[in-house]
């Protein structure tokens, strides 16, 4: 019988019994699981998605006066990080505990704890869908782990992580009586750590922790604390600088989209199906470039960042691809928010909820190419102005709320050719060969040393302030810009006059006074 007709047959032929093959997995298999975390942070925020997946479950459960708390504690006393929960034990080797009061585990529902690819009973908008988050997390931290969880009575679970061959893959459970732990709570613990917790590493994950759960935190009904500090949380929305300028000020667009989910049939077979997502996206252009990476869309999964300044994923393509050509830093103005809302399994994200799901980000990538497309189109128009223009038009700061709107504007972006605080402004110039000659001079201030600082110090706050009040009103004779070109007067010089919006006689006129003896 050959070996496909034997796996085809529904009757698998008599044979002597030789013995059972060991199929324990090698620790290297466990090494592929631990690589799937990228960072120790990432880590630590797997286990506390656990505890927070219950909140999004369970919405209504907490109160400002009564919320989630998951507390981290971080003990090594080598680096003078002594945890307050092993105070009494100070020596203990270096260890990393998550503790939360989310409601406790279950004798049945233990298992979920340790064995990979189980997962628990998850949010409809949740956070956590896959059961290998926490393993993985645990892995990726340390190889001595142990789980304590009092719902009614307490339990704990502990696995030693060996190296080669582990004979030993059952986790052996046992009953504290009395329990030690106030009920409904879990505490996850790991020690013997593969990395060194440093005070740099500290305050890295308590900013990320704040800014990546920043959205669940806003509320009050979830508090994260770490080493007993209380965080607060980040938003990245409160960091943006938006520009205020007409036509491009920032925008809030709602959206929804259809996501490929791959799930299990009734008969365990592998199911695909499609899954709504409705979204958000803020978008707009920041007061000015940067010079480097932080630009792009920030992704927030269900209340969780996903990833922060995504560029080419999310529409900076080619445009033979369908995108909006690639993202350079002549338009690194562009910036935005997207927040999905849906099931975990239709987010955009892998099971590490760090790298992008591929097919997932297709739809999204669609969306939002065509929503954001003006916003992009208006960097690019502006940028070709060259430096001058980009400042004057994006220097305007945003105020007030940000505005929502079902589609963006039909009509295509074109950047004024003067602008000043808020609209397009002529200059009055009196042609007078002195002021010709002056103006000359200004594009050296720095080097010419007959020019005094003050002088150069009226002419910098007369560019930033625009045109003063006691100009309003008056008649004025315009003159073409090609004028100051004749006269010498570079292009630098000659858009940030046009910019600020000046008289430019009487501007030269108070530097010329000031520079005289």
Same mark, same amino acid.
């Given at each position: ?148 969880? $009092? /719902?009614?009575?307490?339990? =704990?679970?502990?696995? *030693?992580?060996?190296? +080669?061959? !582990? ?42 922790l704040a800014m990546t759960y920043a959205d669940i935190l806003r509320d009050g009904r979830t508090q994260i604390y770490v080493n007993d500090e ?20 920032? $925008? /809030?667009?709602?959206?929804? =989209?259809?996501?490929? *989910?791959?799930?299990? +049939?009734? !008969? ?180 010419q040393k007959e020019v005094s600082d003050k002088a150069k110090e009226i002419f910098e706050m007369a560019i930033e302030g625009g045109p003063s ?49």
């Amino acid at each position: 019988m050959s070996w496909y007709n034997f796996l085809a047959s529904p009757a698998i032929p008599k044979g002597k019994f030789v013995k059972e093959i060991d199929c324990t997995p090698y620790t290297e298999l466990l090494e592929s699981e631990r690589a799937e975390v990228p960072t120790t942070i990432a880590a630590v925020f797997e286990l506390v998605d656990n505890p927070l997946e219950e909140r999004l479950k369970n919405p209504r459960k907490y109160k400002k006066n009564k919320p989630l708390k998951i507390e981290v504690f971080l003990h090594d006393k080598s680096q003078n990080q002594v945890a307050s929960l092993l105070k009494e034990t100070p020596d203990t080797p270096p260890t990393i505990v998550v503790q939360d009061n989310a409601g406790g585990v279950n004798l049945p529902d233990f298992s979920k704890l340790f064995r990979f690819g189980e997962p628990g009973d998850g949010a409809e908008r949740g956070i956590s869908a896959y059961g290998r988050g926490g393993k993985r997390a645990r892995l990726k931290l340390g190889n001595r782990h142990v789980v304590i969880s $009092r /719902r009614r009575k307490q339990y =704990y679970g502990y696995h *030693v992580i060996k190296t +080669g061959l !582990n004979t030993n893959w059952k986790i052996p459970l046992s009953e504290m009586d009395p329990p030690t732990l106030p009920r409904g709570t879990t505490r996850t613990i790991v020690t013997d750590l593969l990395f060194t917790m440093t005070s740099d590493w500290i305050a890295k994950l308590k900013e990320q922790l704040a800014m990546t759960y920043a959205d669940i935190l806003r509320d009050g009904r979830t508090q994260i604390y770490v080493n007993d500090e209380l965080l607060q949380p980040k938003l990245i929305d409160d960091e943006i600088q938006w520009s205020g300028s007409a036509h491009i000020q920032p $925008r /809030r667009m709602r959206f929804s =989209y259809v996501a490929p *989910v791959v799930d299990r +049939g009734p !008969n365990r077979e592998s199911l695909t199906t499609q899954q709504r997502v409705k979204g958000e996206v803020t978008i707009g252009l920041l007061t000015t470039t940067t010079t480097g990476d932080e630009f792009g869309f920030d992704i927030v999964c269900n209340g969780r960042l996903l990833k922060r300044f995504v560029k080419e994923e999310i529409g900076f393509l080619p445009a033979r691809e369908g995108g909006w050509g690639p993202a350079t830093q002549k338009i690194s103005m562009v910036r935005g928010i997207i927040r999905l809302h849906g099931p975990s399994k239709a987010m955009p994200w892998r099971s590490n909820k760090v790298e992008f799901d591929d097919e997932k980000m297709k739809p999204l990538r669609d969306v939002i190419v065509a929503k954001c497309r003006y916003w992009v189109e208006a960097a690019k128009a502006i940028s070709r102005g060259g430096t001058g223009q980009v400042s004057g038009i994006l220097g305007v700061p945003f105020k007030g709320n940000i505005r929502s709107i079902s589609e963006p504007p039909r009509k295509a972006y074109k950047p004024s050719a003067l602008v000043g605080g808020q609209q397009p402004i002529r200059i009055s110039f009196i042609i007078i060969r002195r002021v010709f000659e002056l103006a000359k001079r200004l594009y050296n201030l720095e080097t010419q040393k007959e020019v005094s600082d003050k002088a150069k110090e009226i002419f910098e706050m007369a560019i930033e302030g625009g045109p003063s009040k006691s100009q309003a009103g008056r008649s004025r004779t315009l003159v073409d810009f090609k004028d100051l070109a004749r006269a010498g007067v570079p292009a630098r010089i000659r858009t940030k006059l046009g910019m600020a919006g000046v008289d430019v006689s009487s501007l030269l006129k108070s530097i010329l006074d000031k520079t005289k003896g």
